[in-house]
């Protein structure tokens, strides 16, 4: 294929993607197929609560994008409702502190994810942070798998403990106990540094008495102005 | 035969694939798999092999094709091999065999539910009594990385 080739079809891509953005979708080349699906949006701010001026919320996911909200803050009784954590429309723009997560990044569908991390930017106060704990780090896992597996000196993680970092709780038939994502430093860093945050600090750590090695990322990134 | 949940023209009788009630012990010779085994969920699974197992006559064989090999993803991802639809081989490459690559949005179903090896698959199989006649690495369509396992493996008779 001659370069001028390449050009010109890159930017019937740009284009293609470009007009499908406007229509709030976006395009992807995926193994054995090319799929259009919406593109992740942050919602809107409707009828909103009244919050104090400094607050936080800490996100357990329940089932689906569906979980718990719990809203703290100076000079307020501590309170809690459940919600889609995708769409957050009761919380106003730019309100919130710390939006500090349990268990939640990881085990939302990637494209939900994507509309999550604008959504919480949209409502996070400028500088405003975002507190991940325990995303697990594929890297490290793939590592101590392979290590392991030739007999090097790995933390001995075979496929079931690898999985269960990847994949969580597969004895039961709902996805909802699954882990829907791999990740990585560089992974978690572009994709938080694309919806608008930087990132204060990326640190492998050990979450789980036992662990040979670090095998999660904790992350904390703060909304970019 | 065509089995599928979905109906369409090529769909011969339509159910769940782990529930065959409308054939009886030992009766089929063979049953192929496409894109089914990671897919479903481990306890799903173990039950389908097991029903699949008794609907299967004695030497009847169950194929299992391109079953993603977690050993050779892994190593793929650590050696910065080239990728299939990126430069290298990075995480984006392994969420398609690790997850299931399931795109566009929620789609559960294409979710890859499970990690599986060389070892993991013989075991598995052989624990509801199969024999594994054959097992090797395979590359899906021009992969330049033989990423996927064949197994094929036979109802001990």
Known sequence: MSGATVQSNSSVKRLIRKVLGWAGLEIYGARGGVYVCRAPRAGRAGRTRSLPASCRLHLRLKEAEQGFVEITGDGMVPSEFESSLVRLPSIPDGSVEEIRLSGVYEFLFRQDRRSVILEWRRILVHGGALVIRGLPDFEAIATQYVQAAEGGAGGGLDLEHVLKYTHGDVTKASSDQLRKDVFTAESVTAELRGAGYEIASIERVQHELGESAPLWLDVLARRRD | ?157
């Open chain 2, 1 to 157: 035969m065509n089995v599928d949940i979905v109906p369409s023209a090529a769909t011969d009788i339509v159910t769940n694939v782990r529930e065959l009630p409308m054939l009886a012990d030992g009766t089929v010779d063979e049953i192929r798999l496409s894109a089914v085994y990671e897919h479903l969920y481990r306890p799903e699974r173990l039950e389908a092999i097991r029903e699949w197992h008794r609907v299967l006559r004695p030497g009847g064989m169950l194929h299992i094709s391109y079953v993603p090999d977690f050993d050779v993803i892994a190593r793929a991802f650590l050696d910065h091999r080239p990728g299939i639809l990126h430069e290298t081989f990075n995480f984006e490459e392994v969420f398609l065999y690790s997850h299931g690559g399931y795109l566009p949005h929620h789609a559960p179903e294409q979710l890859h539910k499970d990690l599986f090896n060389d070892r993991s698959l013989r075991s598995e199989l052989e624990a509801v009594g199969y024999e594994v006649a054959s097992l090797e690495n395979v590359c899906y369509r021009d992969e330049p990385i033989p990423l996927n396992l064949n197994v094929v493996a036979r109802k001990r008779a």
